[in-house]
């Protein structure tokens, strides 16, 4: 069985850079053609994808946070994790990580729970 586990601050203040892990247990963040993901969704609004790490550690980020965000991961913990910096209260919302197993064609088999973050002063 698959877990994912976020881990992170739950409060940063504007201008700071956010860094969230995500520990993955039951299975490797090396297998041939997964690609680790991080989703995020601001209070009321639907789900935001931000980009991902894949098997062979190339990553993609989403065109409109790309100047903000970095991924990388640790593969000896078994972890990835989420840099976004210059933060705005906009940035305010639950961050999740998740597998997607294909390729990367956003169809997701494990989610973490989620963990809330909250940009304030």
């Known amino acids: 069985q698959v877990q994912l586990q976020e881990s992170g601050p739950g409060l940063v203040k504007p201008s700071q850079t956010l860094s969230l892990t995500c520990t993955v247990s039951g299975g490797s963040i090396t297998t041939t053609y997964h690609y680790w993901t991080w989703i995020r969704q601001p209070p009321g609004k639907g789900l935001e994808w931000i980009g991902y790490?894949?098997?062979?550690?190339?990553?993609y980020y989403s065109p409109s946070l790309k100047s903000r965000t970095s991924i990388s991961r640790d593969t000896s913990k078994n972890q990835f994790t989420l840099q976004l910096s210059s933060l705005t209260p906009e940035d305010t919302a639950v961050y999740y990580c998740?597998?997607?197993?294909?390729?990367?064609?956003?169809?997701?088999?494990?989610w973490g729970q989620g963990t809330q973050v909250t940009v304030s002063s």
């Open positions: 790490i894949n098997y062979s550690g190339s990553t």
């Open positions: 998740a597998r997607d197993p294909n390729y990367g064609m956003g169809q997701y088999d494990y």
